[in-house]
């Protein structure tokens, strides 16, 4: 059974820094592209970022890009988002996904919440 736990939400000032992570079990995370997606309230689940698998090349949202940073530890089977100078609007339930097969598979969702 693959599961993907998140962590590392919460709240933060304008400016400020995070460091969410996912941790995956039941599958080798190296093996797919990772990915993560924010929803904001009242909003769609928007794109953030990949990891692309067996490599350490990413492709960011042009919102995060300069500010945000995709890795992933293979030893620990787990993704990170690295997010920097944060801002009001990146306020939002942050998710990891993989595509396992033909199904895309998501964690439960960290808050992060930017606010002075």
């Known amino acids: 059974q693959v599961q993907l736990v998140e962590s590392g939400g919460g709240l933060v000032q304008p400016g400020g820094s995070l460091r969410l992570s996912c941790a995956v079990s039941g599958v080798n995370v190296t093996a797919y592209d990772g990915h993560w997606f924010r929803q904001a309230p009242g909003g769609e689940r928007e794109f953030v970022a990949t990891i692309v698998s067996f490599t350490t090349v990413q492709d960011l949202a042009n919102t995060v890009k300069g500010r945000f940073t995709v890795s992933r530890d293979n030893d620990k089977n787990t993704l990170y988002l690295q997010m920097n100078n944060l801002k009001p609007e990146d306020t939002a339930v942050y998710f990891c996904?993989?595509?396992?097969?033909?199904?895309?598979?998501w964690g439960q969702g960290t808050q992060v919440t930017v606010s002075s």
């Open positions: 996904s993989i595509r396992e097969g033909g199904t895309r598979l």
